[in-house]
């Protein structure tokens, strides 16, 4: 591995960690407006990434809310990828802004858009940062669940599913 690659792959590492410190912080007592408006909301997903490597990865989640509208989280995902009729082990991390459209539950289905900066391992490259921008929609809550379907880029074209914990009142 090349130093540069090296110096590369830690300063996405370090981009990614930051915005998931970011997300993960508290609000100070006298910032709090309202308890759920602090409430952690983990997941765990599938996705299919679609490039000259493609890759399938399982991975977990965890958002925090950052306003009525705004969540933060981070993902961490492992699964294969395959090149030239081989496969190797592949992972990604992404830190993610996710802007929901109908933050209080008002419709059953509500669409969403989430970006942010990833690095991704598919084994014929070493670890490279990418731009990730998804847009998705979560359905009706079934228990203590959510479910949502994906599409948009990030290291190639991404599907995706998640399963994420409803908060009472609120997506």
């Known amino acids: 591995m090349t130093p540069r690659r090296v110096i590369v792959g ?15 912080t508290r609000l100070a007592g006298a910032q709090a407006s309202r308890p759920s ?3 952690l909301q983990p997941e765990v997903r599938a996705d299919f990434i679609g490039a000259r490597t493609s890759a399938a990865h399982v991975g977990v989640g ?3 809310s950052a306003g009525t509208y705004v969540r ?3 993902v961490g995902a492992a699964g294969q990828a395959w090149h030239d009729g081989r496969s190797t082990a592949a992972g990604r991390v992404d830190g993610l802004i996710r ?4 933050p209080l539950r008002e419709f059953r289905w509500a669409p969403y858009a989430s970006g942010g900066l990833g690095a ?3 084994g014929s490259d070493k ?19 959510v479910p949502a379907i994906e599409l948009g880029f990030g ?3 991404r599907i995706g599913v998640a399963l994420r914990r409803a908060m009472a009142g609120r997506r």
């Open 10 to 24: 830690r300063r996405c590492l370090a981009i990614v960690a930051s915005l998931g410190l970011c997300g993960a």
């Open 72 to 74: 933060v989280g981070i």
């Open 120 to 122: 991704i391992y598919n």
């Open 155 to 157: 290291g190639g074209a």
């Open 37 to 39: 408006t602090a409430r």
């Open 127 to 145: 670890w490279r940062a990418v731009l990730v921008g998804v847009i998705g929609v979560e359905g009706p809550a079934t228990g203590h669940v």
């Open 99 to 102: 802007f929901v459209v109908d």
């Open 62 to 64: 965890i958002a925090v």
